[in-house]
């Protein structure tokens, strides 16, 4: 079980030089935001799906992600959605207030293009 957290180096003779797998979590799941631009008739945009974090705490990040293309005439706005863990499922959202800022630009918008990735932390 310990080496699904964290990782092992061992010097020439097999012994263990260093352990992480106490302090180290384990990702379950990524999940990849479609750029999605920021209209009328895409915003609210959000997505639910089921996360089995078996009884573990469990954690999300988000990472931006490279070689996207944005729409012509888009500017791409790279922020987190809303994420709710709740239970075994995780939601994303993004609402009028993620595509409200930058507001005195004038550019029309797009976000996503992220990734968010789910996991537990060690137990």
């Not at 979590?25 to 945009?45: D, G, K, M, Q, T």
């Not at 089921?50 to 954690?59: A, D, E, L």
């Not at 293309?69 to 709740?86: H, L």
Request: hydrophobic share 40%; aromatic share 12%; proline share 6%.
């Amino acid at each position: 079980m310990s080496l699904q957290y964290g990782w092992q180096i061992m010097d020439a003779t097999g012994r263990v030089v260093t352990d992480t797998s106490a302090i180290m979590c384990r990702r379950l799941f990524s999940y990849h935001v479609p750029i999605i631009e920021a209209l009328a008739s895409n915003i609210p945009w959000s997505v639910t799906f089921g996360v089995s974090f078996n009884n573990g705490t469990p954690f999300t990040h988000c990472v931006t992600r490279k070689g996207i293309t944005v729409p012509s005439g888009r500017v791409w706005y790279p922020v987190a959605p809303d994420i709710i863990i709740n239970g075994n499922s995780v939601t994303l959202t993004y609402t009028a207030r993620h595509v409200s800022y930058p507001d005195d630009l004038g550019y029309l918008l797009a976000v996503g293009g992220v990734d968010v990735h789910c996991g537990v932390y060690h137990r």
